[in-house]
């Protein structure tokens, strides 16, 4: 078993900067690649970014490419999320997933997940 503990969600100006951690537990960490998801109010979960288990390896959705970047701390058993310029149109519960397929982009191709953290961004 592995548990995820998103944190780092708030309120964020348009433009501004935000960064969410993911803290895991249980299981090696470094076995896992790691997925971060978000769903905003009224539409599907979609897929943001994605690192494999060593995290030489990142793949990120169009919508955030260039914006986001995701990179992990296997010593510190946690993977980030830096979100820069942000939009209104991020606004979202941001969501963590582990799992042991290295190259997944859907939420099924992962085994663990968090309970998510709230960005919203003001315009």
């Known amino acids: 078993q592995v548990q995820l503990a998103e944190s780092g969600g708030g309120l964020v100006q348009a433009g501004g900067p935000l960064r969410l951690s993911c803290a895991a537990s249980?299981?090696?960490?470094?076995?896992?690649?790691m997925g971060w998801f978000r769903q905003a109010p009224g539409k599907e979960r979609e897929f943001v970014a994605r690192?494999?288990?060593?995290?030489?390896?990142?793949y990120y959705a169009d919508s955030v490419k260039g914006r986001f970047t995701i990179a992990r701390d296997n010593d510190k058993n946690t993977v980030y999320l830096q979100m820069n310029s942000l939009k209104p149109e991020d606004t979202a519960v941001y969501c963590c997933?582990?799992?042991?397929?290295?190259?997944?982009?859907?939420?099924?191709?992962?085994?663990?997940w968090g309970q998510g953290t709230q960005v919203t961004v003001s315009s």
């Open positions: 690192i494999s288990w060593s995290g030489v390896v990142t």
């Open positions: 997933a582990a799992g042991e397929l290295e190259y997944g982009s859907r939420w099924a191709d992962y085994d663990y």
């Open positions: 249980g299981r090696t960490f470094s076995s896992y690649a």
